[in-house]
């Protein structure tokens, strides 16, 4: 199983990114996929995990509205759309699955600075 982001980058504050995942070496349409972040200094946080057919995601408490969840079973890509970004949500974002067994990704970087 392989699990690789890209998207991250240095946004300004109220500017948008797109995050991808894209998915390998297991049935990717089963499964659920979800999107953590870790800020320096935190614990590793859900941002939203995205139902195995994307009919559904959940979010944590500060990212609704803000973020959305989506994927395409057909490119195994699984995507996190941020808009409004703020200072706060800069963090390593990671990509994760659980299969039979849990997987993460690399990381990818997203800083939100003026």
């Known amino acids: 199983v392989q699990l690789v982001e890209s998207g991250g980058g240095l946004v300004q504050p109220g500017g948008s990114l797109r995050l991808s995942c894209v998915a390998s070496g297991f049935t990717f349409s089963n499964y659920y996929m979800s999107w953590y972040r870790q800020a320096p200094g935190k614990e590793r946080e859900l941002v939203a995990t995205?139902?195995?057919?994307?009919?559904?995601?959940i979010y944590a408490d500060s990212m609704k509205g803000r973020f959305t969840g989506s994927r395409d079973n057909a490119k195994n890509t699984v995507y996190l759309q941020m808009n409004s970004l703020k200072p706060e949500d800069t963090a390593v974002y990671y990509c994760y699955t659980t299969t039979w067994k849990s997987y993460w990704g690399q990381g990818t970087q997203v800083t939100v600075s003026s």
């Open positions: 995205i139902s195995s057919t994307g009919r559904s995601t």
